[in-house]
């Protein structure tokens, strides 16, 4: 195997639209590991087009490796145009992990039927910073044993409908930071790692076959983000887990800004990672083809200088290659009684949580909202998608509400800002106003509030039923 098809196997790149462009069937061709699907390569007017898709790749190499965000609540590759019909981490936060077992089992099933065999979920991340931008309902919750409990019963879930991996994500932790790595590069002390380890813990031990770096700087283990900074990786070896060590996008400015897409790439493969995610080339207009044919070129360019020991590229390929063997071998293999959707059973108990965390009054006054202030300014950078369900069904409650003159202002919020809370101010200086949260729960709002969890269809359901009978 020649240098070009060793890096080929252990790269994760994204592309445009959905269909499968050339540039990337002469990859294929090369040995490429695999490529990760985002919005943009799911057509909502096509429900089979992105299992056709994934067909159409393994027509030219069956082993790849097809991988997507599909966390449930408000990051979805496959429902991307109108929100997620799945419950969000933080709803699941709120009840048995059994719950959160079978609605994995779901989701599993779900990404399996569109042709998708590396889920890039659940979220290990312990959001306990409630001003945390990139987070929030991502996450279980701030409790680092609660959210261990339902990571692991959520790999549970996945790895229950064959074919299909999960990747925990974001190691050692991006719940405590106030700045989104998508846009900066977050800090978080040991102590905090330490703290938030046993979600990771739990999800190796129930098996979890990939784990996915956050770019985050840990100062004790040196000043270079996790994902290129060896110490970091020889922890994660250490603490058991022999999988595939999964980087998250080195587009992201916390890696590009500082090492350029393919010097980060290389980075991170020097430094222990396995499979190098590229990102979404359509956030930024970037050319797919080009931006590959960079990264490939720094890797290549690392093995020739010295920066990058073959053994060490060939020990990523053969990892990234068990893992696409493994799934590909039982690609086949469904389930007779198999669902996609979430038991009536287990809605019920989320929609009871979630009533039960809320204020009596403000799930009261959902039937009078005469006015609807969205203070996110729209579906929050890292949801992945631009679909406003929750804030939208609200705004058709207050178009058919008869308030004349005893209507409120619903502020819809997912954390407290400075930016949120002065909306919410306004608000409240003008008159009667609720809070509807859709960030993590409580989310730190002085306010009557409307406990959400996510802004998704799965919540906006959840309002119309509760506006419908007049709260709880």
């Not at 592309?15 to 985002?38: D, I, S, Y």
């Not at 096509?46 to 790849?64: E, K, N």
């Not at 490796?65 to 449930?72: F, H, L, R, S």
């Not at 922890?235 to 010097?263: E, H, K, N, P, Q």
Request: negative net charge; hydrophobic residues 50%.
């Amino acid at each position: 195997m020649d240098l070009e098809q060793l890096v080929s196997g252990v790269l994760l790149p994204g592309f445009a639209g959905p269909t499968m462009p050339e540039w990337l069937r002469a990859e294929l061709q090369r040995g490429l590991a695999g490529v990760c699907l985002f919005a943009g390569n799911v057509s909502a007017d096509d429900p089979d087009g992105t299992a056709r898709l994934a067909a159409d790749i393994r027509a030219v190499r069956p082993d790849t490796i097809v991988a997507a965000d599909e966390e449930g609540g408000v990051v979805t590759r496959l429902e991307g145009r109108l929100g997620s019909t799945l419950p969000s981490p933080a709803q699941l936060g709120l009840v048995a992990p059994e719950v959160a077992e079978r609605v994995g089992a779901v989701l599993a099933e779900r990404v399996r039927r569109a042709g998708i065999d590396l889920v890039l979920a659940p979220s290990a991340d312990v959001n306990d910073n409630p001003d945390n931008p990139v987070i929030g309902a991502r996450s279980f919750g701030a409790d680092p044993h609660e959210v261990a409990t339902r990571v692991a019963a959520t790999v549970r879930g996945i790895r229950s409908r064959r074919g299909v991996a999960a990747c925990v994500k974001h190691w050692p932790g991006h719940g405590d930071t106030n700045i989104d790595s998508h846009r900066g590069v977050p800090t978080v002390p040991a102590a905090t790692a330490a703290r938030h380890a046993a979600p990771f813990e739990a999800a190796i031990a129930a098996g979890v076959p990939a784990v996915m770096t956050a770019h985050i700087v840990v100062p004790e283990w040196g000043t270079e983000p996790v994902t290129v900074n060896p110490d970091a990786i020889a922890r994660l070896r250490a603490a058991g887990f022999d999988g595939v060590v999964v980087t998250d996008a080195v587009d992201m400015a916390a890696i590009a800004a500082t090492y350029g897409i393919g010097g980060g790439a290389a980075r991170a493969l020097a430094a222990g990672v396995d499979l190098v995610c590229l990102g979404n080339p359509e956030l930024g207009g970037i050319d797919a083809a080009a931006q590959y044919a960079e990264v490939v070129g720094a890797i290549v360019e690392a093995v020739h200088d010295g920066r990058l020991a073959p053994e060490r590229l060939r020990e990523a390929h053969g990892r990234v290659a068990r893992l696409a063997a493994e799934t590909s071998a039982s690609r086949a293999s469904s389930i007779a009684d198999a669902t996609v959707d979430v038991a009536a059973e287990d809605a019920r108990a989320i929609e009871h949580a979630l009533a039960a965390a809320s204020d009596p009054s403000a799930l009261a006054g959902l039937a009078r909202i005469a006015r609807v202030v969205d203070a996110r300014g729209g579906a929050t950078q890292a949801a992945a998608t631009r679909a406003v369900p929750v804030a939208d069904t609200l705004r058709a409650l207050a178009e058919s509400a008869d308030a004349a003159g005893a209507g409120l202002t619903a502020v819809v919020a997912d954390r407290p800002s400075a930016v949120q809370l002065g909306v919410l101010a306004d608000a409240q200086a003008a008159g009667e106003c609720i809070v509807v949260n859709v960030g993590a729960i409580p989310g730190g709002f002085d306010a009557a509030v409307v406990q959400l969890g996510a802004d998704s269809v799965f919540s906006a359901g959840i309002v119309r039923a509760w506006a419908a009978k007049g709260g709880r």
